[in-house]
DNA sequence: CGCATAGTATGGTCAGACCACACCTGAAAG
DNA sequence: CTTTCAGGTGTGGTCTGACCATACTATGCG
């Protein structure tokens, strides 16, 4: 009973693909040969060249359009969200991990970040000025759920982003979008929205307090404070 | 130039088997039906439908195999890690990430796990009992590196599932997984790997001891120390 | 009953075709 | 000269239909 290796066609253009972007033969904002030029240029059809473009697109290292030019096929992005993103929200689906688990790590890594002495002092102040931003534009009463819960992630990750770690970063993101769905589905009216959106706005003021004032350890705690009351309200 | 919504074909079958997965329709264990009967179900071809399985292939959502009869085709499984790894793999290959930001990553998780208050007191006796054995495996000098460092991985992991939280575990896991190739790399002689591998040994002793004796803390910070001091050695 | 054989369904791969789209070129219009 | 527009070209997206190796299943022979 000899275990086959089974190798997969398409693996000969990922490893390719992999070794061109760690010798930077490749980087971002490059284009991709043609998928019928892979094909030729590796001896397999064209299908199996589209098995690994598929790949690394759901992976968010390249981003695919049709056309002609400079602009089209496939160019190298830099994503690293929305593998991990799509990875989570499928063993989300799948029962593999649950909400629990999710909010125990976006609260690991938001407190973390949260603590730790930034890299680029100049990157934090922009983070503090641009969330202020943020904080007056959640304040619309006008705004729907939706426009509302997209402000309010880019808060999140913004905050995030100041201890310069793209994993942790990524991370974020990819926790915040696995359970958007989730959250836009548990709470189901407006009448029960219009209370709780009122409590947020008043603690991202306080958060973003917390991170101007430099008490680092304060805008943890609120911090998870705050993700702890949100879910608690989602049932 | 009205932006094109682009509605690609394979996520008409990704939805609908995220749907089941959800629903529970579909859990591990569960075959997929065939490709041609998704095919046709949906309306759309067989190659449309094969974008959709890879994705969740390389998920690790599912495992495929030839043949026919109860273990072959897709097959559900559930393997978190398997995607999150690729991603991280390839961003890092993209220089999206770096090595320096894994390894803080990791820090961060295992050090929180070690200081996590188990969730299920018998697994984690478990695991203490089973990573002493990995620890005397890990002595055997005939050990290959290869087969040392598989062993030093899921030491680690092993140790990191005591929380109880497999978001963690799975990105636990994937950092581990995205740069073994790197440390591979960067010692290539057996010569300056020997002396490395005695510090190896002891540092996880004493980690061991820490938990063993249930001194969180202490472990937490003999793990900082650890990956801190073996990433050191990798230039 | 035991076992070899033919049958059947699976994913993996390939070839070739057509489509919609975005750009590029160059001729016609101003 | 510039502007406009019509066609040409190359891209990924999709479809069809075919063949292969594999692994199980059923058949029928001994």
Redesign the interface.
């Known amino acids: 009973m000899p275990v086959n290796p089974a190798p997969r066609a398409y693996q000969i253009v990922l490893q390719a693909i ?2 061109d ?2 010798t ?1 033969k ?3 904002g490059d284009q991709l040969p043609g998928e019928r030029a892979l094909a030729e240029q590796h001896g397999i059809s064209r ?1 199996s060249v ?2 690994a473009i ?3 697109d ?4 390249i981003k695919t359009s049709t056309g002609s030019g400079p602009n089209s096929g496939a160019v ?1 992005v ?3 969200s ?3 993103s ?6 989300l ?6 909400v629990r ?2 909010v ?2 976006r609260i ?2 938001e407190t ?1 970040a949260a603590q730790m002495n930034p890299r680029d002092p100049i990157h934090a102040q922009q983070v503090i000025d641009r969330t202020a931003v943020l904080i007056m534009r959640m304040d619309d009463a006008q705004l729907s759920r939706e426009a509302f819960h997209r402000i309010d992630a880019e808060f999140h990750v913004l905050l995030a982003s100041m201890a310069g ?4 970063e ?2 974020m993101e990819s ?1 915040r979008n696995s359970i958007s769905d989730y959250v836009a589905a548990s709470i189901p009216d407006d009448e029960s929205w219009q209370p709780i959106v009122r409590v947020l706005r008043r603690q991202h003021k306080a958060i973003h307090h917390a991170f101007a004032t430099n008490q680092r350890e304060r805008a943890a705690q609120l911090l998870e404070e705050h993700i702890n009351w949100f879910y608690s309200q989602t049932r």
């Open positions: 992999e070794e972007l760690r930077e490749l980087s971002v299908a589209r098995d598929r790949i690394l759901v992976m968010g290292i190298i830099s994503n690293p929305a593998g991990i799509q990875a989570l929200r499928l063993h689906a799948a029962k593999g991990i649950n688990e999710i125990e790590s690991l890594l973390w770690n793209a994993v942790v990524s991370m926790l």
